[in-house]
């Protein structure tokens, strides 16, 4: 693979990525190997493989969203067991600020 310079700053963007100078010179020094790892992908013979050789006639199949209804004892008894509780609805730490 030919050496390659890259412009870190513009392949953070890209990736929408906020880095800092550590974190730029370890990119740098990293990022011409994994392309060149990726490069040896051009190595592999493909001739006499058929374009849709891996294209299947499978579909994701997802099940149809049903509502499934609980007795008032068992929901009273699984809220009564959860940590927190806030008006008849389970109250779990947030994922996101």
Do not use: W
Not at 26 to 32: D, N, R, S
Request: hydrophobic share 40%; aromatic share 6%.
């Amino acid at each position: 693979m030919p050496n390659i310079e890259f412009d870190i700053d513009h392949v953070a963007k890209l990736a929408m990525l906020d880095i800092n100078d550590e974190e730029r010179a370890m990119f740098a020094e990293q990022l011409p190997s994994i392309l060149a790892y990726v490069g040896k992908l051009a190595e592999v013979d493909t001739e006499g493989v058929d374009s849709s050789a891996y294209i299947s006639d499978l579909q994701d199949v997802m099940r149809k969203d049903e509502e499934v209804r609980s007795s008032n004892e068992l929901r009273a008894s699984l809220i009564k067991s959860f940590p927190k509780e806030s008006g008849g609805a389970l109250e779990v730490p947030a994922v996101f600020e």
